[in-house]
């Protein structure tokens, strides 16, 4: 499988992204991480299969997850965007049902999509 991301860009404070993630097959769980520069790779949200999803404590409130399945693709909506969400955004997806919020359960990732917060 293979995932396409796309949808960042440069942004102010405040405002609104949508990324989005395209599989080249049908997977189970789907994910964002995010790493900024000098920082190690976090999770960002998660999705299950079933659509029940998990967002970080830091994201919370201003990002969603959401997936189309019968376009292998999920989401990432970002609102009220903060110059510390500048990161490349990875997505990734594993067979798997559930959703989790480990790198180490993903499989397929992205090439990632650089998304730039200015104050």
């Known amino acids: 499988v293979q995932l396409q991301a796309s949808g960042g860009g440069l942004v102010q404070a405040g405002g609104s992204l949508r990324l989005s993630c395209a599989a080249s097959g049908r997977t189970g769980r789907m994910g964002w991480f995010r790493q900024a520069p000098g920082k190690e790779r976090e999770f960002v949200a998660a999705?299950?299969?079933?659509?029940?999803?998990k967002v970080a404590d830091s994201v919370k409130g201003r990002f969603s997850i959401s997936r189309d399945n019968a376009r292998d693709t999920v989401y990432l909506q970002m609102n009220n965007l903060k110059p510390e969400d500048t990161a490349v955004y990875y997505c990734?997806?594993?067979?798997?049902?559930?959703?989790?919020?480990?790198?180490?359960?993903?499989?397929?990732w992205g090439q990632g999509t650089q998304v730039t917060v200015s104050s």
């Open positions: 990734a997806a594993s067979g798997g049902l559930w959703y989790s919020s480990s790198s180490a359960e993903y499989q397929y």
């Open positions: 999705i299950s299969t079933y659509s029940i999803a």
